[in-house]
């Protein structure tokens, strides 16, 4: 199914399992909360480029509360036993009035990775920054993060990766809707 732009709202993963995508509210602080409790060190340090392991009140209010526009933050729900629950966030993020590239990241949990689910949550986030009035994002993406550099290069429009110490900053083109 899809919203406007072309954004996908829902998907049916390859083994049949429906993931919906929707903006993330205020009362999803506790879903981010025990979620990053659920996160593998590993995957926590690909997403922050650190260990994180506690968010503080301010930083979760920080990211739940987004404008919609200039910063978006799309929750994937899988739907399991009849219930949806939030498994994936990805979000950007401008950093200024006249910043036209907003940073982007993107976490799903580790016991559903590799199921499909970040590259059609991925689609989503993209799709949304479309609607939103961008045409590029940026990233910061670990060198050794080879499933997200590939995942990049397969749904971006144009990529361009620099790298800086153990990273890359990584700027793409978002594909038409
Ligand atoms: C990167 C991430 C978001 C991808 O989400 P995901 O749900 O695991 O991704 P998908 O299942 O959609 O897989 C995307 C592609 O990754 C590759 N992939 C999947 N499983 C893989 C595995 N076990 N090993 C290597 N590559 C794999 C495949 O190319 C896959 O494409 P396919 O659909 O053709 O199989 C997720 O792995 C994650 O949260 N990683 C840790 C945090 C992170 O790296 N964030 C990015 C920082 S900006």
């Known amino acids: ?13 390859h083994d049949g399992t429906v993931v919906r995508f929707r903006p ?3 009362a999803d602080a506790p879903l981010l909360e025990d979620g990053l409790a659920r996160l593998s060190e590993r995957t926590r340090r690909l997403r922050f480029h650190s260990a994180v392991t506690h968010l503080t009140d301010a930083q979760l209010r920080h990211l739940v509360d987004v404008d919609h526009h200039d910063q978006e933050a799309l929750i994937a729900d899988l739907l399991e036993d009849g219930a949806y629950r939030g498994v ?14 907003p940073e982007f990241a993107i976490v799903v949990e580790d016991a559903v990775q590799g199921r499909g689910i970040g590259r059609w949550l991925l689609r989503a986030l993209f799709a949304t920054a479309r609607v939103n009035g961008f045409t590029r994002l940026t990233a910061e993406v670990l060198a050794e993060n080879d499933r997200m550099l590939r995942l990049l290069r397969e749904e971006s429009a144009g990529l361009e990766l620099s ?5 890359y900053h990584v700027e793409l083109e978002l594909p038409e809707a």
């Open 1 to 13: 199914m899809a919203g406007p732009g072309g954004a996908p709202t829902e998907a049916v993963l």
């Open 24 to 26: 993330i509210e205020p």
């Open 88 to 101: 994936g966030v990805a979000r950007y993020a401008r950093r200024s009035p006249d910043d036209d590239a």
């Open 163 to 167: 790298r800086v110490a153990g990273a």
